[in-house]
């Protein structure tokens, strides 16, 4: 789905939605539901889950930087990740640890806009993406960003 309208009324949202067989999450803001008894989170798909469901969510599934830094960039925009980027870029250089991005996924990043374009220009028309890497994505090692 691909929609634009900055101008109609209506609550913040960004859109993003996770939907399985066994439930459905959505944000910002986040909501969950799970099917009947799913980890004792819900007994039915058909409610989100409310504040204290969403905290036990929360504690077990977010991700440990996540975790570490919150409280340290939560009003720096964006629900903190701005915040979480910019520590991280001098964290990891302050370290002299690898950045968590490298070239290649920045180049993969920045072709969607004049692949975007060019499949609107010619009617929706799949486009090739390119591989950077030539290649050697197969065996790039992971990045190791659990502090």
């Known amino acids: 789905m691909v929609q634009w309208d900055e101008t109609s009324p209506r609550p913040y949202t960004r859109l993003n939605l996770i939907q399985g067989t066994k439930g459905i999450l959505a944000g910002y803001p986040t909501r969950a539901a799970f099917d009947d008894g799913f980890e004792d989170y819900s007994k039915d798909s058909h409610q989100w889950l409310k504040e204290e469901g969403l905290k036990r969510l929360y504690q077990i599934y977010d991700h440990p930087l996540y975790k570490r ?6 009003n720096t925009g964006h629900g903190g990740m ?5 520590y991280r870029i001098v964290e990891c250089l302050q370290n002299g640890l690898p950045l968590d991005q490298n070239v290649y996924e920045g180049c993969a990043w920045s072709s969607l806009i004049e ?3 060019n499949s609107s220009n010619n009617d929706g028309q799949t486009q090739i993406f ?18």
């Open 69 to 74: 830094l919150n409280d340290k960039t939560k």
């Open 82 to 86: 701005d915040g979480i980027m910019m």
């Open 115 to 117: 692949l975007t374009a």
């Open 130 to 147: 390119p591989d950077f890497t030539r290649g050697d994505w197969v065996s790039t090692k992971t990045f190791d960003i659990v502090l």
